[in-house]
């Protein structure tokens, strides 16, 4: 089975901070995406990646960047941390070719 | 632009009844469809999926979905639902060739004991 591993489930922040969220891969898939979500919208994408140092901005990438430096690792990072930015954070990966998907446990971020 | 509107966001049923969930889309080309479910406090699982063929799909669990591509619909059913059925339910739409995956916005569904 693919397994997705977000580094934290529950992380509280502060207004300001600078906030990393990681997400690792383990089975060599070409996409990785970061998606957000919040009650009655759905999951919307933030940014997503089809290989090593290549990003795509998704529907809602202000206030977000993200880096992906090895194929197996997505990096959300939120520059400057505001409070409409608390939420719950779901990172996947996918190889379509082979309809492979999955995603991560997911990270409750709290900004205060 | 490319949306995914699931009809209820809220669904309580009694054990043993029939489930019907919407999902309809809006784009005119080929498309990837999904199911997706996920269970309090646990990640989005997979439910079933259709890339082509048959657009009568069968997933875990006793979920099926039948893709009626001139309705643009994907709707999800099972035709008795258990207590374990609880849960939120996300319909997911890509385009074929595309990198985009279109979620709905979820309906959550309430089984009675």
């Known amino acids: 089975d693919v397994k997705v591993t977000q580094s934290s489930r529950y992380l509280v922040k502060r207004t300001g901070e600078k906030v990393f969220l990681e997400c690792v891969q383990d089975m060599d898939h070409e996409n990785m995406f970061w998606y957000r979500q919040d009650p009655g919208l759905g999951l919307r994408l933030i940014y997503f990646s089809y290989d090593v140092k290549m990003k795509e901005k998704g529907d809602i990438p202000e206030g977000y960047s993200v880096s992906r430096e090895k194929k197996e690792r997505f990096s959300l990072i939120l520059e400057s941390a505001s409070t409409n930015q608390t939420s719950m954070y779901l990172c996947?990966?996918?190889?379509?070719?082979?309809?492979?998907?999955?995603f991560g446990d997911g990270t409750r971020l709290s900004i205060l | 632009a490319q949306s995914v509107s699931q009809h209820n966001h809220h669904v309580i049923l009694s054990e043993a009844a029939s489930l019907e969930l919407g999902c309809n889309y809006s784009y005119g080309g080929t498309v990837n469809l999904f199911w997706y479910v996920q269970y309090p406090g646990q990640h989005l699982q997979l439910l079933l999926k259709y890339f082509s063929g048959d657009p009568l799909v069968k997933g875990i669990k006793g979920f099926e979905a039948e893709f009626i591509k001139s309705k643009f619909s994907f709707n999800l059913r099972k035709p008795s639902v258990q207590w374990s059925d609880t849960a939120e339910y996300f319909c997911a739409v890509k385009m074929t060739g595309g990198f985009k995956t279109i979620f709905g916005a979820g309906t959550r569904l309430f089984v009675k004991a």
């Open positions: 996947a990966s996918s190889f379509p070719s082979l309809g492979q998907w999955a």
